[in-house]
T-cell receptor
Framework: GAGVSQTPSNKVTEKGKYVELRCDPI?????LYWYRQSLGQGPEFLIY????????DSGLPNDRFFAVRPEGSVSTLKIQRTERGDSAVYLC????????????FGPGTRLTVL | AQKVTQAQTEISVVEKEDVTLDCVYE???????LFWYKQPPSGELVFLIR??????QNEISGRYSWNFQKSTSSFNFTITASQVVDSAVYFC????????????FGTGTSLTVIP
């Protein structure tokens, strides 16, 4: 079956611009997660969705970051007024159920802010 | 404080050697889960194993084995008879019942297997 997919695979933007990153989880997975991975680091948690609602957004660095999952499947991570420090690989993961189940990761979107 | 520490940043071994990747975690929770993921050069994280805090049995899967010791808060990963295809970055991760569903990842260990 299809795994987690993310689009675009690469995104280059200019400082101050708005970007949207999309995640399509594994069909039937109720839990969806966003992480950010900087070079040489492990993934860092951003936000977790259970169904349509954001159950935990404690990892979002500031109010320029926002994510939605309106129908409980596809999710979009939105970054306003991008800064050079936002450059990283943004990873999406999904799991069948929440609570400690293994998360299946997508290939990531590499965001570069010039 | 870092919840998951992987002190080994980079390791190089010659093919067929055994190699152990260290993972030390920190939590006050009594119920938690530990994970290992592999990130090959292609970039996609691949799930390897999950252990819960109540099961300290070691596990073996082919050339892979895991040693979970609560007394030392460690969850080490050994690859026996390493192969070039094992070259990747390996991440250890922790999930706690207190903080819910987010994973805390270590900084990873980059393993290079030299043919």
């Amino acid at each position: 079956g299809a795994g987690v997919s993310q689009t675009p695979s690469n995104k280059v933007t200019e400082k101050g611009k708005y970007v949207e990153l999309r995640c399509d989880p594994i069909s039937g997975h109720t839990a969806l997660y966003w992480y950010r991975q900087s070079l040489g680091q492990g993934p860092e948690f951003l936000i977790y969705f259970q169904g349509t609602g954001a159950a935990d957004d404690s990892g979002l660095p500031n109010d320029r970051f926002f994510a939605v999952r309106p129908e409980g499947s596809v999710s979009t991570l939105k970054i306003q007024r991008t800064e050079r420090g936002d450059s990283a690989v943004y990873l999406c993961a999904s799991s069948l159920f929440p609570s400690y189940n293994e998360q299946f990761f997508g290939p990531g979107t590499r965001l570069t802010v010039l | 404080a870092q919840k998951v520490t992987q002190a080994q940043t980079e390791i190089s071994v010659v093919e067929k050697e055994d190699v152990t990747l260290d993972c030390v975690y920190e939590t006050r929770d009594t119920t938690y889960y530990l994970f290992w993921y592999k990130q090959p050069p292609s970039g996609e994280l691949v799930f390897l194993i999950r252990r819960n805090s109540f099961d300290e049995q070691n596990e073996i899967s082919g050339r892979y084995s895991w040693n979970f010791q609560k007394s030392t808060s460690s969850f080490n990963f050994t690859i026996t008879a390493s192969q070039v295809v094992d070259s990747a970055v390996y991440f250890c991760a922790l999930s706690e019942s207190i903080t819910g569903n987010q994973f805390y990842f270590g900084t990873g260990t980059s393993l290079t297997v030299i043919p």
